[in-house]
């Protein structure tokens, strides 16, 4: 998270010049980008927005406070 922190300026800067502006972020097997680009959204005062609910268990401690839990698709 403190590592995103220091993204925040960067992004803002570009991001007020420009009409849409795109992060990407590395992904690793466990999904952590994800987990990774939800926080970055929060960090950037973005809405709330959903999760899958695996992502959310397994990352409860980094996501409960900032997604709703979309529902469980079966």
Do not use: K
């Amino acid at each position: 998270r403190q590592e995103l922190d220091a993204w925040r300026p960067g992004i803002q800067r570009i991001a007020a010049h420009a009409s849409e502006t795109y992060v990407v972020l590395a992904n690793d097997a466990s999904g952590r980008s994800v987990v990774n680009a939800l926080q970055l959204h929060e960090i950037l005062g973005l809405r709330t927005i959903e999760a899958p609910e695996p992502l959310v268990d397994c990352y409860a401690e980094q996501l409960a406070p900032l997604v709703r839990r979309a529902p469980r698709q079966e």
